[in-house]
């Protein structure tokens, strides 16, 4: 029996000394009202993990552990109107550094492991965003379309255990092309991406750099073959195609050859069209690379249905950002708990099997290992309470 929480001992994965090193770099425990970052750290975090609604449910669910407060390293729990400020005023850009001390240290002291594709011994990213919906009249500040409000975030994980490699939050206006093109991407390293990231002179960049690419082609490109190659059409590859893009601006902006791999679906019909600047990889290989690009879609899934961000319990930019930040260091913290973990969880079960326990004082390891197993710290005792006296 563990002599603190279950919530307690997810917090101590965190590299603490490195949060404090970087709030004191920032200093953000100026005008806290005696809530300091950690605190605040702990306190957005439970806002995910025990799925609290609202400011009022964060401060009364910290409270109800009353002395149990400090295995958190926290002083005392905050109020609902001490939430509402420091997630109003304290600088997001704490939390956004920190994320990315969290990737590094637990992918250190975890390992997380390639997943199907693990002949590749090239490093592969995932990239996508997934928009937000907010309301315009609420959060005005996030304007999206004329009556409607939104957040974006920008989304590169690194496939190697499908761990967020770099992300970046914006108004739902900024497009994904845009953000993608700030990204630095390790020469020799693959990057997989829907056709709403095809801008030629970006592809051209990265050719140029060494890095492979896999996508979808376009309804209306323009290109002409230079080289054919022999398919199996009964495995659905009907054409493998060296190509040269005709357009005026597109043959400027991509003046080398690019591949074109033509699939159908033998089962459904459906045709797809892919597009790579590797010319080695079988056909084959080039269609499940751009498969595991689903693997980001459920990542965002994850943090949409199982953590606190399609509702937010502030409505400043700030307290949005916190609140997404904090989400992500979550859904880290979680994936290499179900990395160590020893039974092998859905990632699902293993968040709501941990919410139900926070406050229970039993081990972390013993119990994401064997879950099903009583422990021998606790007997039943028959005990029969009469009605009548």
């Known amino acids: 029996m563990s002599k603190i929480t279950l919530l307690a001992q997810m917090i101590q994965l965190l590299p603490a000394e490195k949060f404090k090193k970087l709030a004191n770099e920032l200093e953000s425990n100026k005008h806290s ?42 002083k005392q729990a905050p109020s609902k109107s001490s939430v509402s400020y420091i997630n109003k ?8 550094k920190f994320f990315y001390e969290v990737i590094d240290h637990l992918g250190q002291h975890v390992g997380f492991q390639k997943r199907n594709l693990k002949r590749l011994t090239r490093q592969v990213f995932l990239m996508d965003a997934t928009v937000i919906p907010l309301c315009a009249k609420v959060f005005d500040w996030a304007k999206f379309r004329q009556y409607k409000g939104a957040v974006k975030i920008h989304m590169v994980l690194d496939y190697q255990g499908c761990i967020p490699h770099v992300a970046s939050i914006t108004d739902g206006k900024v497009h994904e092309s845009k953000i993608a093109k700030l ?6 390293s693959v990057v997989v991406f829907d056709r709403g990231y095809v801008d030629y002179k970006w592809l051209h960049d990265l050719d140029s750099r060494n890095i492979y690419y896999v996508t979808r082609a376009k309804d209306n490109m323009n290109y002409e073959v230079t080289t054919a190659y022999e398919t199996d059409s009964e495995s659905g590859f009907v054409h493998d195609d060296n190509i040269k893009l005709i357009g005026q601006k597109s043959s400027f902006n991509y003046p080398h050859t690019l591949r074109r791999v033509e699939y159908i679906d033998p089962a459904t019909g ?57 989400s992500l ?61």
Request: aromatic residues 10%.
């Open 183 to 188: 990204v630095h991407f390790p020469s020799r």
């Open 329 to 389: 260091i979550a859904i880290v913290l979680l994936k290499a708990l179900q990395q160590m973990a020893k039974y092998k969880w859905h990632l699902s079960n293993l968040i709501n099997a941990l919410r139900l326990h926070l406050f229970a004082k039993i081990e972390l390891i013993q119990f994401i290992n064997k879950p099903f197993e009583k422990s021998s710290h606790w007997e039943p005792q028959n005990i029969q309470l009469s009605l009548f006296t």
């Open 89 to 96: 005023h304290r600088d997001h850009r704490l939390f956004e």
């Open 270 to 326: 459906q045709e797809l069209v892919f597009l790579t600047n590797h010319k080695q990889w079988t056909a084959a290989t080039v269609a499940e690379l751009y498969k595991e690009r689903w693997n980001i879609e459920v990542f965002f899934k994850h943090i949409k249905s199982h953590l606190r961000i399609k509702s937010f319990v502030g409505t400043s930019t700030n307290a949005v950002k916190i609140q997404i930040w904090t």
């Open 33 to 74: 009202k005696g809530i300091d970052s950690w605190t605040h750290l702990v306190t957005m975090l439970f806002c995910h993990l025990s799925n609290a609604a609202s400011c009022r449910d964060i401060s009364n669910g910290l409270m109800s552990i009353a002395g149990n407060i400090n295995h958190l390293g926290c």
